[in-house]
């Protein structure tokens, strides 16, 4: 269960697993996280707009992202797509996990694969 009002970063980071990084640390990719900001579409993708950048930092060499704000959010679930699309100019809460960009597809430094969206 989330709360608004905490700052992004520390609301994201008491969300993840026992053991997470303190405050002001990175983001740890292929972990359950959540963000929030506003959803953009730029290049025919949908790309969340932090209000304070973050950093990533996981396993693979992609996964080493300096503070970005933001976000390439998608989904495999064509319905979780859809709903993302439909949240597009909207101030949203996701949750998914993280993963660094990777192709020339990625249209942000920081990709997270969605599995809730809402709008807030």
Known sequence: M???????????LALTAPGAAQAGDC???????????????????????????????????????????EIHAYSHDDAMQETLRKLI?????LEGSFMGAMTQHHKAPIVMQVTQADEI
């Open 2 to 12: 989330w709360c608004r009002g905490l700052p992004l970063l520390g609301l994201i």
């Open 27 to 69: 983001m740890r990719a292929n972990e359950d996280a959540i963000a929030e900001g506003r959803l953009i579409e730029r290049d025919d993708a949908i790309i969340l707009k932090l209000p304070e950048p973050m950093c990533l930092e996981g396993p693979e060499d992609s996964d080493q992202v300096p503070a970005s704000a």
């Open 89 to 93: 100019g909207k101030d949203v809460h």
